[in-house]
């Protein structure tokens, strides 16, 4: 992880700058308890398939990730020179824990695992992003999604 005091000057200053929404704890949706959920991991890692284009810097898109991939053909893109990639390459999970929900899963605390999940890069603006998110909602809810783990890298 790196701390503010440790990233240049330029990049410091950029992000303190960076505006921060508010979001009302409070949840606009009720669902079924998590042991009946069936859960999805959304990543800003950057991660994606072997197969698939790598991101670039700026980004807005997604990359649909199988959950069944095979682990070592899962990559990393992301461009951030402050992002310390030593935990990925040590155990995807840190930034892509689909073994986590399987175990959960089999352990039943949660219902089920989504058959896909989905990246993007993380350095890109959320604002910039709407009509991407728009899409992957839809494929959540086509995949009868109704919890994702988020996993901000």
Do not use: W
């Amino acid at each position: 992880m790196a701390f503010l005091n440790d990233i240049p000057a330029r990049t410091r200053a950029h992000v303190v700058d960076l505006s921060c929404p508010t979001i009302d704890e409070t949840a606009f949706v009720d669902g079924p308890p998590l042991s009946e959920r069936r859960v999805a991991v959304i990543t800003s890692a950057a991660v994606h398939g072997r197969d698939a284009p790598r991101f670039l810097g700026g980004s807005t898109e997604f990359r649909p990730i199988s959950n069944t991939i095979d682990r070592s053909d899962v990559l990393m893109s992301h461009i951030s020179v402050n992002f310390d990639r030593t935990g990925f390459q040590q155990d995807i999970n840190v930034v892509l824990p689909i073994d986590r929900l399987t175990e959960l899963a089999e352990r039943k605390v949660i219902g089920s695992v989504a058959a896909t999940h989905y990246s993007c890069m993380g350095s890109t603006d959320p604002a910039m992003m709407e009509v991407e998110a728009a899409q992957v909602a839809g494929l959540l809810k086509a995949d009868r999604v109704d919890a994702v783990l988020l996993v901000p890298v």
